[in-house]
């Protein structure tokens, strides 16, 4: 009678399976968070614990409906999140993971209520963009999180100077020799400039925007970074995060959205 409910006998190693699985999830859905394939990851989430549930209980033609489903549908789900996989791969194999990632992480956290300096360089960004935007000096401007971006860094020129906003505005003053392209700025320092994006990104965007807006909503798409653009056409500043533009109206609601994506 109580056949079903065997399982909640289980050993300290079905809870470390629980565990790893319940942690798996979580960074896939932060991964996923804010993009469309949310939705789907929710629903393919939802469709597997009720596939999961029926086997419990015994209904074995739902389950046998729901796992078929769930069968088949594997090789579209590759198709659906291929992008996602893509950054999925590119942040487990990245071979700073342990000195970028989860411990870095950790280190921020703790220092996140005292460390002042995180707005303090958004405040400079986001400033330093507004005055080129009012002066039509296109920018791109790439931020890098967790994931390494040591394989575009090396398409331009290392530096290692501190984020202030004249530094920022003779970069990309418009006779400067350092004007082409990207920089890359880790922390509060710029660690590379004259760096080539690859432009490959899939979305549609209106053709409005350029090359610039391109190389952000690429590079974004494939690893966490987020971008801030200026157009050289209209001054308008774009905030861009997982191959999206982001929504602001103020220049104070930027600096939160941005203060938030890096705490």
Known sequence: MFKAFDFLD?????????????????YIYKLLKGSVAINIFLGIVIIFVIWKVTQLVGMELLS??????IGMGFFALIVVFQQEIRKFLLVVGSTNIT?????????????????SSVRQT??????????????????LIILERNQSLD????????????????????????????????IIVEENYVVATRVILPVVSQSVIPKRF????????????KTDATALVVSEETGKISY???GEFVLFNTDEELIQIMEKDFS
């Open 10 to 26: 289980f050993s300290i190693i079905d809870a470390i399976d629980i565990i790893l699985v319940g942690l798996l999830l979580y």
């Open 64 to 69: 046998g409906i729901l796992g078929q489903f």
């Open 99 to 115: 000195k970028k990632g989860f411990f870095k992480k950790l280190s921020f956290l703790r220092n996140a209520k005292i460390d």
């Open 122 to 139: 958004i405040e400079t960004l986001v400033s330093a963009c507004r005055k080129m935007g009012l002066e039509n000096t296109g920018a």
């Open 151 to 182: 394989f575009v860094k090396n398409s331009g020129d290392k530096m290692n100077i501190e984020v202030n906003q004249p530094i920022l505005e003779s970069i990309f003053y418009k006779n400067s020799p350092l004007h082409d392209g990207a």
């Open 210 to 221: 350029g090359l610039r807006h391109r190389a952000a909503i690429s590079i974004t798409e």
């Open 240 to 242: 861009i995060k997982n």
